[in-house]
């Protein structure tokens, strides 16, 4: 069965700093889907980032990059220039790829508290 | 475009009460699916929905249900409430099966 760890409960930055979020996971498939969420205090959970397994190229959306290492099996968000409303939970998912009696939900990790101090 | 809606947002219950939680999926999209957060255990998946079939199911007891009706809303149901049970529960919509997920504001249950 595949798992996702994030190894960091909390993490803080200065706002206009860079912060990277940590995330491994284990697998035995080799192809794959992984998925960054935000998650705001009393507020929807939201798709920051997707990395699709078979692209080497890291995703990338606005201030939002991933360092993807598929022999690591390790999927780290960096975060730059932080601001305030990025204060949120982080959490990382796994979800194996879609084809006839595959399962299509996604696993959690136990995701990363992120505090931005002003 | 409305985003996912989820009904109550909170509500308390007893043991042994059972609960009925709904959730009407972004137009246009046919697929829900459940997911149960606690701060123990995280986020889990509980089921999934497409064209009115439970298509994936997680590792949950018997007492966690539900179902998908034809305009796509879906509602599940906990029967037997137990402590334990207590949690935000998420749904999220896609528009196909295991697609990119929506997510609702989510219904707190709290079990007393």
């Known amino acids: 069965a595949q798992t996702v760890t994030q190894s960091q409960p909390e993490m803080s930055v200065q706002e206009a700093e860079t912060v990277t979020l940590s995330c491994t996971y284990d697998?035995?498939?080799?192809?794959?889907?992984l998925f960054w969420y935000k998650q705001p205090p009393s507020r929807q959970m939201i798709l920051v980032i997707r990395?699709?397994?078979?692209?080497?190229q890291n995703a990338t959306e606005n201030r939002f990059s991933v360092n993807f290492q598929k022999a690591a099996k390790s999927f780290s968000l960096k975060i730059s220039d932080s601001q305030l409303g990025d204060a949120a939970m982080y959490f990382c998912a796994y979800r194996s790829p879609n084809y006839g009696g595959s399962q299509g939900n996604l696993i959690f990790g136990k995701g990363t508290k992120l505090s931005v101090k002003p | 475009k409305a985003g996912v809606t989820q009904t109550p947002r909170y509500l308390i219950k007893t043991r042994g009460q059972q609960v009925t939680l709904s959730c009407s999926p972004i137009?246009?999209?046919?697929?829900v699916s459940w997911y149960q957060q606690t701060p123990g255990q995280g986020l889990q998946f509980l089921f999934e929905y497409f064209s009115e079939t439970q298509r994936n199911k997680g590792n949950f007891p018997g007492r966690f249900s539900g179902r998908q009706f034809s305009n796509s809303r879906s509602e599940m149901n906990v029967s037997t409430l137990e402590l334990g049970d207590s949690a935000l529960y998420l749904c999220a919509s896609s528009l196909e099966w295991a697609g990119e997920l929506f997510f609702g504001e989510g219904s707190r249950l709290t079990v007393l």
């Open positions: 137009s246009g999209h046919r697929s």
């Open positions: 990395q699709e397994a078979y692209k080497q």
């Open positions: 697998t035995s498939e080799s192809d794959y889907y």
